[in-house]
């Protein structure tokens, strides 16, 4: 049975990198967006990632527990921990006629894909200037996936009086042919029956409180080029090289745990907050085209850079409560759990793991 874990555990985790690659792929295309002008290519880029990122924010505050047991000092558990966070029915598409773009903009009809959503391309969208039609370009497909995975290794350690701190990380990894990601975090987790008198040696029963942070890096190859819009230039393609995509997601969360600890089977659950900030970065100049004697071209006035954005989620508040139940079960030293948490944007998560005093 255990090896049977091993294996499903391993599969996962390919399972999250295969994702990643894919996901990543797709989602270089948002470069494309440049082609609409600056303003309104943030306004798009916006509403088209944060269904993905939020995702992703979610399955990062995933996986900091499988009990309110705390271990004592210098026990410590290892443990390969796969999350999985998932995209509501509602996010995989959004409104073209809500995210407020100029009028230059014009589109064939006002329902986009988000990264999350179909893998089919979007409607197409005109740039017009003064009656001419500088570009014309199809919104990017979604990936067809509504699910994100985050991978990592986790290592806790009880330090004391109740107290454990944990550690979680990704080393940089290389996903497809243009792209990386990289994780890493910490967190603490304190016994609060200790400080109840009566309660403190109840034999079964935990409760503690945790916190935890957790950064996220993507980091995305780019190539846009004023041919990929059938727009004339006066630039070298060198001048647009060096095109780079960074996601950078930031997930803050702090829970109430409880766990019932038996011999072999743990039943755990906890009430708590999810708190998510997301920044889009790009490196280098976008062929953003301009009309030149009635001309649609792209010159080095036009060419632009695009601004950093500050991505909130889709109801605009960053904190979302979550409720989590799980289950784990112990044979000897090595561990096996999954859980569910339920919030705007719910995770799965399943880990294999050691664990010691």
């Known amino acids: 049975m255990i090896r049977s874990k091993i294996q499903q555990t391993a599969a996962s985790v390919i399972i999250a990198f295969v994702t990643l690659t894919y996901s990543s792929g797709q989602i270089n295309k948002i470069g494309n967006f440049a082609a609409a002008g600056v303003e309104d290519a943030q306004k798009l880029m916006t509403a088209y990632i944060t269904p993905w990122a939020n995702a992703l924010g979610t399955s990062m505050s995933g996986g900091w527990y499988n009990t309110a047991k705390v271990h004592k000092t210098l026990g410590f558990d290892l443990t390969v921990t ?26 064939t009809e006002n329902i986009a894909p988000t990264a999350a959503g179909r893998n089919e391309p979007g409607p197409e969208l005109r740039y017009e200037f003064e009656g001419y039609q500088l570009a014309a370009f199809n919104s990017p497909k979604g990936t067809g996936l509504s699910f994100v995975p985050s991978p990592m290794v986790q290592l806790g350690v009880g330090i004391v009086k109740g107290t454990a701190v944990d550690f979680r990380f990704l080393p940089e990894v290389k996903i497809g042919n243009t792209g990386n990601v990289k994780l890493w975090g910490v967190g603490l987790k304190h016994d609060v029956l200790q400080w109840i008198p009566g ?38 393609d060198s001048y647009f090289e060096g ?14 745990l409880v766990s019932a600890n038996l011999p072999v089977i743990c039943f755990y659950g906890a009430v708590g907050l999810a708190n998510t900030s997301t920044s889009l970065n790009f490196d280098r100049f ?14 080095e006035t036009s060419a632009a850079e695009i601004p950093s954005i500050e991505i909130r989620n889709n109801e605009g508040s960053l904190t979302k409560p979550r409720y989590n139940i799980g289950l784990r079960l112990k044979f000897g030293v ?20 050691i664990s010691f005093r």
């Open 199 to 236: 309660l403190k040696k109840l034999p079964v029963l935990n409760v503690a409180l945790q916190g935890g942070y957790t950064a996220f890096t993507l980091s995305n190859d780019i190539s846009f080029m004023p041919d990929d819009i059938n727009v004339a230039t006066t630039l070298p």
């Open 334 to 353: 090595i561990t096996i759990h999954g859980d569910y948490t339920y919030s705007n944007y719910s995770n799965v998560t399943a880990g294999l793991g």
């Open 286 to 299: 976008y062929p953003v085209p301009t009309l030149v004697n009635t001309i649609p071209v792209v010159n």
């Open 82 to 107: 796969f999350n999985m966070g998932f995209v509501p029915v509602s996010d995989k598409t959004f409104n073209l006629d809500e995210i407020g773009l100029s009028d230059n903009l014009t589109y």
């Open 243 to 256: 095109q780079r995509m960074r996601l950078e997601v930031q997930s803050i969360t702090a829970n109430f």
